[in-house]
């Protein structure tokens, strides 16, 4: 049984063909850097600190020092949960291109993000107005996983593999997250230079030409 997992599992049925899945932000989408501009509008930046900058030595909103008070906190809570913040955010470079090529060869079985199920329309919207390969769209269906995000995906993966053989993921906690549940499929970690040493298959890739040779080399 599925249900427990926290995602619409009566899409797992539309998972008809064995093949890789793709997370959504930070791995297709350009979907944190707007999301420090606009935090920065909202509390001013730390130190003066541009949002690339942020991005680089913070990674996460949640994670910036004077962004901690639970006034921050419930700002990124409601900003994550409004629809018009997934509506046009750029694509990651050659995004389209590489996956375009990649499913020529490999199946997309499914996206698989931790956005909550809410957003599932705009998802959808945003996934057909930049021409992204169809398939099915996981959802988490959870309350709240801020803090957890690695462990709710690595579950999914789990229990859907063989059927999703891996997945191109950004998330720096999913790697180790998988590796206590004893996952057997394989994790390239987006937008990275390396990955921890792990008994499953691991790749690093830092951008989506990297990614494109990967999935088409295994």
């Known amino acids: 049984m599925v249900e427990h997992l926290g995602t619409n599992h009566h899409h797992f049925d539309q998972i008809i063909t064995p093949g890789f899945a793709c997370d959504i932000d930070e791995t297709l989408s350009e979907t944190t850097i707007p999301s420090f501009e606009a935090m920065i509008q909202a509390f001013g930046s730390p130190d003066n ?15 910036v020092p004077t962004w901690q008070t639970q006034e921050h906190f419930d700002w990124i809570h409601e900003y994550f949960s409004l629809p018009e913040t997934y509506q046009h955010l750029d694509l990651k470079p050659h ?16 996206y ?10 705009v998802t959808v919207d945003w996934k057909q107005e930049v021409k992204l ?13 801020i803090n957890r995000r ?5 579950q999914l993966l789990y229990h859907l593999f063989p059927q999703v053989t891996g997945i191109v993921d950004d998330d720096p906690n999913l790697p180790l997250a998988l ?11 987006f937008g990275h230079h390396s990955t921890p040493s792990l008994s499953y298959e691991a790749y690093a890739a830092p951008d989506w030409k990297v990614t494109k040779d990967i999935l088409l080399g295994r």
Do not use: S
């Open 49 to 63: 600190m541009t949002a690339q900058e942020l991005l680089e030595n913070f990674r996460f909103l949640e994670k």
């Open 95 to 110: 995004a389209r291109e590489a996956l375009d090529e990649i499913t020529k060869k490999t199946p997309l079985a499914a």
């Open 133 to 145: 390969p169809k398939a099915p769209l996981l959802m988490r269906t959870e309350q709240e996983v």
């Open 179 to 189: 590796e206590k549940i004893g996952y057997k499929g394989f994790l390239i970690m």
């Open 112 to 121: 698989i993000t931790a956005r909550r199920y809410h957003l599932h329309d």
């Open 150 to 154: 690695g462990e709710w995906k690595a």
